[in-house]
């Protein structure tokens, strides 16, 4: 029982290189997160998703960038790593977005820090 | 545009003490959600609460939602010290966006 998979676990990034933060889940969920929590704060919407091939910005988009090519699957691209995007990475999923009695389902997160 | 503010930010409490965690939201929402995060840890669903007037509990903690006064409480009875986390709540705007927003949290800790 899977759930909700986020690889790598941690990463120091070099600015100005860029990566993919891999994001999969096993649940048949529909809709999936980007979050980032910066140390002794809540969370931030980067990017969602509610299906394949449908995606939309969130809170702090700028600097990175998503895709949704299967429902499983929902990697975040940084291209130009910049030292302010030093955070804690989740990645979420939930069974019907705003249309459901359930939670989301976290994944363990992406400590990545950026010098 | 919906903005969730949570307090204390930080409660310090002995154990066996009752304490209230509040969570405020700026416009309509009728879908409150509470997590806790370990140090280090992913978050963990505590409660779901879907309606005016609901209430959850769990152990030693019971969550309650009034919609009208856009309220939510966390409330903790008889404090042990597992309990200490760092507790956040999510609300969902009804204006038919996917966009859950999050407190800052309350960091509790719960002394011996």
């Known amino acids: 029982n899977a759930g909700v998979t986020q690889t790598p676990k941690f990463r120091i990034l070099k600015i100005g290189q860029s990566m993919t933060l891999q994001c999969t889940q096993d649940m048949n969920h529909n809709y999936m997160y980007w979050y980032r929590q910066d140390p002794g704060m809540g969370l931030k919407l980067i990017y969602y998703?509610?299906?394949?091939?449908?995606?939309d910005k969130g809170e702090v988009p700028n600097g990175y960038n998503v895709s949704r090519s299967t429902t499983e699957d929902f990697p975040l691209r940084l291209e130009l790593a910049a030292p302010s995007q030093t955070s804690v990475y989740f990645c979420?999923?939930?069974?019907?977005?705003?249309?459901?009695?359930?939670?989301?389902?976290f994944g363990d997160g992406t400590r990545l820090s950026i010098l | 545009e919906l903005k969730v503010e949570q307090n204390p930010l930080f409660l310090s409490m002995q154990e066996g003490k009752n304490y209230t965690i509040y969570c405020n939201y700026s416009?309509?929402?009728?879908?409150l959600y509470w997590y806790r995060q370990d140090p280090g840890k992913s978050l963990e669903s505590l409660f779901v609460l879907l309606s005016n007037g609901a209430v959850k509990q769990e152990g030693r903690l019971m969550a309650s939602l009034d919609t009208k006064a856009r309220l939510s409480t966390l409330h903790i009875t008889a404090a042990v010290h597992d309990l200490s986390a760092t507790y956040f709540c999510a609300a969902l705007p009804t204006s038919g966006t996917y966009k859950y927003i999050f407190g800052t949290g309350t960091r509790l800790k719960v002394l011996a």
């Open positions: 979420a999923s939930s069974y019907g977005g705003g249309n459901s009695n359930q939670p989301q389902h």
């Open positions: 416009t309509t929402s009728d879908r």
């Open positions: 998703s509610v299906g394949a091939g449908i995606t």
